[in-house]
């Protein structure tokens, strides 16, 4: 059998034609090349498969047993490549499997849900898996193929990271609605006098975006405790005097549950920028495209319903 890199495909799909039309004028004319063109590459053909193909007869050309045997299996053949070229095709409604978004417990709790509820309404068979987000093992995960999107706050990420923005949102103060603090001005002295809770997400850095702004202004707050989520912080700064800093959107969704009140911070912290990130790899994959586009338009959504 010839090596498949010595025969040029090109020649299936004319002699698909010269089957279709019994006449070389008109299948040059349907593949758009000359009539010439055409019987040469006939004459190519009746080489490739040592037969004539084709004998000429009053009504057209007649093709030879061996032409016919291959009709039908020519047809599969092209079908099927052209299969294999083409994008493959997404069908929401039946498509299954499992996404693996990776996020904080605050974007599990604030902006996951409306996700999931849409999903399940347009994808009924798919299913998601949340992984915790860790500043320093985040972008590994999508490089690893460990998650296929996150959901995060970044300033920079790598190379091979496709990026989306989201939308903006700003940390707020929460303090339990008997705090002392709340009885007096809510000033920067009295801020750093409260000892406070951070949410530490990993890295090696033991600051968060809180002390970095206390230190371009010259002042530290006290961290008397340290968490990995924001959901657990809340819970902690309504059953004590300490206050947590989180951003707005989780305090207006959750905060009345936990009996917190919301301050605004007397220190200029920069807005949080959330995106959706994802690996080249994914790039141009039809299903993720369209799970990347649902989280955009819903995520979108709940941030502006907290602004």
């Not at 040469?40 to 053909?45: E, I, K, P, V």
């Not at 299969?83 to 904080?104: H, K, N």
């Not at 090696?204 to 202004?217: F, H, I, M, Q, T």
Request: aromatic share 6%.
């Amino acid at each position: 059998m010839p090596e498949l890199h010595q025969i040029d495909l090109n020649l299936l799909v004319a002699l698909q034609a010269l089957l279709q039309e019994a006449n070389v004028t008109r299948a040059a004319e349907r593949l758009g090349v000359t009539q010439p063109a055409m019987s040469r590459t006939l004459a190519r053909l009746r080489t490739l498969f040592d037969d004539p193909l084709f004998v000429r007869t009053p009504a057209g050309l007649q093709p030879t047993p061996r032409a016919e045997a291959l009709r039908e299996r020519l047809k599969a053949t092209l079908a099927d490549v052209a299969g294999l070229v083409a994008p493959p095709s997404f069908d929401p409604a039946s498509a299954r499997g499992v996404w693996r978004i990776s996020t904080t417990d605050y974007g599990a709790v604030s902006m996951i849900p409306r996700v999931l509820s849409r999903l399940h309404r347009e994808a009924p068979l798919l299913d998601i898996a949340v992984v915790p987000w860790r500043t320093d093992s985040g972008f590994r995960c999508l490089e690893s193929g460990d998650v296929e999107l996150a959901l995060s706050s970044v300033s920079q990420a790598p190379a091979a990271i496709h990026g989306r923005g989201l939308g903006d949102d700003r940390f707020v103060a929460l303090m339990h609605g008997d705090h002392p603090a709340l009885k007096q001005p809510f000033d920067l002295d009295a801020f750093v006098r409260i000892p406070q809770i951070l949410i530490h997400l990993g890295g090696s850095d033991p600051r968060g975006v809180v002390d970095l702004a206390l230190e371009r202004v010259g002042r530290r707050r006290r961290v008397a405790a340290r968490v990995f989520n924001f959901m657990a912080a809340m819970a902690m700064a309504a059953r004590t005097d300490m206050l947590v800093c989180v951003p707005r959107t989780l305090a207006r969704l959750y905060a009345p549950q936990f009996g917190l009140v919301e301050a605004e911070l007397p220190v200029e912290v920069p807005d949080i920028r959330y995106a959706l990130l994802w690996h080249e790899r994914w790039h141009n994959d039809r299903a993720h495209t369209w799970l990347r586009s649902l989280c955009f338009e819903e995520i979108t959504a709940a941030l502006a319903d907290c602004r």
